[in-house]
């Protein structure tokens, strides 16, 4: 869903020694647009999916031909700034910026030819008057104060940007159709599609977003998505002089390329990783009575369980994402495990923490289908990992593979 060109990335570079281009940019565009005729045409850019961790969703644009002037401009509102201070936070604290970027139809083609993405144009079917609606609002996108935006996945994006300006042009006279009747998908489910091809990114993205994902998305809320806002958009209809004018027509093919197809390799998925992992845990532990090369595969277990719990807690209430707000997968990476770490490191025994780990993990694993959020089926196995390590530290008499109560008897 976002398209970093290399026409902007070098703009970036030169962005130090340049200081002013940005702003002269940003202040003539306004200025050459708003000369736009009764010809002015606009069209919906669709963009397929690229195999990068960004592309893989689509991208979407708004492209506007003025015949008279023999311009042709595509106005993109994915882009963003590299070089900003703070990256890396501000994208996890969900404090990044995006911004409105124009470029000539040739020059936004050109990456696409290159990475093999296929890239539609429908003509949108909009009157003089709701073109210069139109118009006006992208030069207002188009000043200083307002070029930059706070991007949300789902529902402020390089997509519903361009949906909404099209409902602001066009007013009650746009229509989509009626919602449809069966179960309706989650935005977590519309993101999964995109996803399934890529098993380790979804296991990640299904890993940081929370319960609010798992609500349902109407057929407008579906529109995040560059492919079914063009799917969605070219059902919609206009209402004008008694008449139902189909929002876009003329689809055109600009660039032609396949989908890219990726071979799934369930022998390298979460799943069979994990499944690996446990029966590897259970034989170490039924063969292993030593308790300095437990306590150092459970101290590097634990070291990688504390680092998603802290993913937990930050993403739970340290982030402006909202979409990763209320993620019920604190219940079995929760923070007690960051103690249980503490205790191995400080070589104590710590039973009572182990078994706060055992019971929630256990809870999560039985309680799972009543709770208000889908969860991986990987995360099933990485819970049943929690439960024997914490089980075998707990102390319980039924467990044979609970270690001795004793460190010192154990020659820990």
């Not at 401009?73 to 201070?85: K, L």
């Not at 207002?140 to 104060?145: A, G």
């Not at 009575?289 to 150092?296: A, F």
């Not at 997968?329 to 104590?348: D, G, Q």
């Amino acid at each position: 869903m976002i398209k970093i060109t290399y026409v902007y990335k070098m703009r970036i570079i030169m962005k130090k020694i340049f200081v002013l281009c940005p702003v002269i940019l940003l202040i003539c565009s306004p200025v050459l647009f708003s000369q736009s005729s009764n010809d002015t045409l606009a069209y919906l850019i669709t963009c397929g999916p690229g195999t990068e961790t960004y592309s893989i969703y689509g991208h979407s644009a708004l492209r506007i031909v003025i015949p008279e002037k023999h311009t042709d401009t595509v106005y993109n509102w994915g882009v963003f700034d590299f070089s900003a201070p703070n990256f890396a936070w501000k994208f996890a604290k969900g404090r990044l910026d995006y911004m409105l970027d124009t470029e000539a139809l040739k020059g936004f083609l050109k990456e696409y030819y290159f990475e093999k993405r296929y890239v539609f144009s429908q003509k949108i079917n909009i009157d003089p008057v709701e073109t210069r609606k139109l118009v006006s609002l992208i030069n207002e996108n188009l000043k200083p104060e307002n070029v930059k935006y706070r991007y949300d996945f789902f529902y402020d994006d390089c997509s519903t940007r361009i949906r909404d300006l099209l409902e602001k042009s066009i007013g009650e006279k746009l229509k989509y159709p009626l919602q449809e009747t069966g179960r309706i998908p989650s935005f977590r489910d519309l993101v999964a599609r995109y996803q399934n091809p890529y098993p380790w990114l979804k296991f990640g993205v299904d890993l940081i977003m929370g319960s609010t994902s798992d609500k349902r998305a109407i057929f407008r809320d579906r529109m995040f998505l560059p492919i079914d806002m063009k799917d969605g958009l070219s059902k919609a209809v206009i209402h004008r002089s008694d008449k139902r004018i189909p929002l876009l027509s003329n689809p055109e093919i600009l660039l032609d390329f396949d989908a890219p197809v990726i071979k799934q390799k369930f022998l390298i998925s979460p799943p069979f990783i994990f499944t690996l992992a446990i029966i590897l845990i259970l034989i170490l532990a039924a063969l292993t009575k030593s308790r300095k090369i437990t306590r150092l595969i459970d101290l590097i277990i634990y070291s990688v369980f504390s680092v998603l719990s802290i993913l937990m807690i930050f993403f739970n209430f340290f982030t402006d994402h909202q979409q990763m707000k209320w993620n019920l997968n604190i219940l079995w990476l929760n923070p007690f495990i960051i103690v249980c770490l503490i205790m191995l490191i400080m070589n104590k025994t710590g039973m009572i923490w182990f078994r706060v780990v055992f019971f929630m993990s256990a809870c999560f694993l039985v309680l799972h289908f009543i709770l208000p959020q889908d969860f991986n089926i990987a995360f099933f196995l990485l819970a049943i990992i929690l439960l024997v390590r914490s089980s075998e530290r707990s102390g319980f008499d039924w467990n044979p593979l609970s270690l001795p109560h004793n460190p010192q008897s154990a020659g820990l």
